[in-house]
């Protein structure tokens, strides 16, 4: 212990305190209560990794290398496939990381060779010759300067989208990169900010937070730490705020400097992560992948990892590309590939048994080849083929683009039906306030319209009362799921047009957008994860607001996420008014020409008033 505390760098805090403790404890009787608590403390105290003592490392000369760059990039396209912007935004991060600690070695160097200099001169030969006087004190020498490293100022990366689409994974491959040690923090559940801060050493037990705990474990001042699943910290509570411990620096009593540490979190949702935690982090979002896509992450990295894992190789078991295609589209619908993985296990085990029983009764009938009749046998009934049959055109129908509580986007019908009643809206589906207010809405707006729309005789009857009172009853299914979200007002438009005119929107057709009582079609957010959503629902046009329009053809990164593939296999309509909306959804109806022509003609004109009137 007393080597350890000689080793810390002089004048520093860490070797103040410890030296104070290190003096009470051989002070405390041995058989006091308190010896063990000194004790302990001392012990992680002196395990830390403190940047002032710690010497240069490998790691930053290797970040000095001309091909340190080429390497990382290399590294993260073999271990992911596509994420062009993350991977940007990281060799961004590395290449900043380069430059300063060039510009550090560049100081360093200059320092050296300033001092040889100075050391090699004449008046170093003079002051060497000089007798020095037994009576005056030796002069005192520098204090050892601690190695000098750049503080790494940048923000903490957010890796935030739907489960299983590589954020923990990124975090491990700029670790190798980085030749770091990789540490993972899971904060999923956290209730009380001891765990993160660490406790007080009155209490029994009591031990320092998790981010301490990591740089124990990993030895070094400048780990990779992932924050992982930081959205899911619980709130404040009677143990005190875990999200806001985050923010603190300062453990076990001593100012730690975490400058060299980089910190990466990963989140399936904004929505709970606080204001200034946020605040503090640089968002980075990974939609999901494309069938095409999966099916190249598939071939590449999943089949022989599992083929590996279940004691196979690519000679005793080999998947057909129409049977993996077919696995992607009828037993899994996701943004990620981990369900895809599983699926790939399952026919992995399943030819892994084959195999062993055609081994021990040596017969030559074992096939290699899983075909796509073949996964029935294996997986069972396919779980989307009974959803999309059952997606047809129906009154008062129409579907949705939405983003589930996990990040992924999805389509859901928005239901309606007409009830003997007195002129009352009903709602159903577990839906929140805001969402309660767009059906309002939307309602009141298709009563405003009912006349030009061909739905009423008279601009003052109301549709709802006349020829006979009714109540219309929306409903939006999966009523255990919590619905809320200023993303539905188009969609429950076209589900009231229809049902009141007799309509039919197409089941190829999705939408999205809020309206204003004007008519209007505002912006709405998670339009990249929607698309992809119905992209695999099999959804073949999509209706988005004119506002949005960026977030599909947007230049550089910002249209790069969707991939050319779901730009080439959908059609996109971008709307700016409700008549907009209701004339493209309608356009291929084949029920009731005569009024769909009506609908039709009059969008048109509405459209041009406001045209003109702007």
């Known amino acids: 212990m007393k080597r350890k505390i000689a080793a810390l760098a002089k004048g520093s805090e860490e070797r103040t305190v410890a030296v104070r403790e290190f003096r009470r404890l051989r002070k405390i009787p041995p058989g006091s209560v308190e010896t063990s608590v000194v004790r302990n403390y001392l012990d992680w105290l002196l395990s830390v990794p403190w940047p002032s003592s710690t010497p240069h490392l490998e790691a930053e000369k290797a970040v000095l290398d001309r091909a340190f760059l080429e390497k990382a990039r290399a590294t993260l396209d073999a271990d992911h496939y596509g994420l062009q912007k993350v991977k940007r935004r990281l060799i961004e991060y590395l290449a900043v990381l380069r430059l300063k600690q060039m510009e550090?070695?560049?100081?360093?160097?200059?320092?050296e060779a300033a001092k040889r200099t100075l050391d090699a001169g004449p008046a170093a030969e003079e002051q060497a010759l000089v007798l020095r006087d037994p009576a005056t004190p030796a002069p005192t020498p520098a204090p050892s300067k601690p190695p000098r490293r750049f503080a790494n100022k940048g923000p903490i990366l957010l890796l935030y989208g739907p489960p299983g689409v590589g954020k923990t994974s990124i975090a491990q491959s700029l670790a190798r990169a980085l030749n770091r040690p990789f540490q993972r923090i899971s904060l999923g559940g956290i209730r009380d900010e001891a765990e993160i801060r660490g406790h007080r050493r009155t209490y029994v037990g009591s031990a320092p937070g998790n981010i301490v705990q990591a740089l124990r474990k990993a030895g070094r001042p400048d780990p990779v730490i992932l924050l992982d699943e930081i959205d899911k910290v619980s709130q404040s509570n009677y143990h005190g705020d875990p999200a806001a411990a985050l923010l603190e620096d300062h453990y076990i009593n001593v100012p730690i400097d975490l400058s060299q540490v980089l910190f990466i979190a990963t989140a399936n949702t904004l929505d709970t992560i606080t204001g200034p935690l946020l605040d503090r982090c640089e968002i980075l979002r990974l939609p999901g992948y494309t069938q095409t896509d999966k099916l190249r992450i598939a071939k590449t990295y999943l089949i022989p990892k599992q083929l590996k894992t279940n004691g196979l190789d690519g000679e005793r078991c080999q998947i057909e590309e129409d049977a993996l295609k077919r696995?992607?589209?009828g037993w899994t619908r996701e943004a990620g590939v981990r369900s895809l993985e599983r699926v790939v296990g399952a026919v992995s085990r399943a030819k892994a048994v084959e195999w062993s029983e055609a081994q021990d009764s040596a017969s030559n009938t074992y096939s290699a080849?899983?075909?796509e009749e073949h996964l029935e046998n294996i997986l069972g009934t396919q779980i989307f083929d009974e959803e999309e049959r059952d997606r047809t055109a129906r009154r008062g129908v129409v579907y949705g683009l939405v983003v589930m509580g996990d990040g992924d986007g999805g389509i859901l019908p928005v239901e309606t039906?007409?009830?003997?009643?007195?002129?009352q809206l009903r709602l159903s589906g577990s839906l929140g306030d805001v969402i309660k207010e767009s059906a309002g809405l939307a309602l009141s707006w298709v009563k405003g319209h009912a006349f030009e729309l061909g739905i009423t005789t008279s601009p003052a009857t109301d549709p709802l009362k006349h020829p006979e009172p009714i109540d219309v009853h929306l409903h939006l299914p999966a009523g255990a799921q919590k619905k809320d979200g200023p993303s539905a007002g188009i969609a429950m438009i076209c589900a009231f047009v229809s049902l009141l005119s007799g309509l039919k929107v197409p089941s190829t057709i999705a939408m999205t957008g809020e309206i204003t009582l004007r008519g209007a079609v505002t912006?709405?957010?998670?339009?990249?994860?929607?698309?992809?959503g119905a992209h695999r629902a099999g959804i073949r046009r999509v209706i988005l607001p004119v506002r949005n329009r960026r977030?599909?053809?947007?230049?550089?990164?910002?249209?790069?996420e969707l991939g050319e593939e779901v730009k080439k296999d959908m059609e996109f309509i971008f709307v700016d008014r409700v008549e907009e909306a209701l004339a493209a959804a309608f356009a291929d109806s084949n029920d009731d020409s005569e009024r769909r022509d009506l609908v039709l003609q009059w969008t048109k004109s509405a459209s041009r008033q406001v045209e003109s009137r702007l």
């Open 104 to 111: 550090v070695a560049k100081e360093l160097e200059e320092e």
């Open 369 to 371: 080849v899983v075909k």
């Open 551 to 560: 977030d599909i053809f947007g230049a550089g990164a910002a249209g790069e």
């Open 417 to 423: 039906a007409v009830l003997p009643g007195s002129g």
């Open 327 to 329: 696995m992607i589209k």
């Open 523 to 532: 912006a709405v957010g998670g339009v990249k994860e929607k698309v992809l």
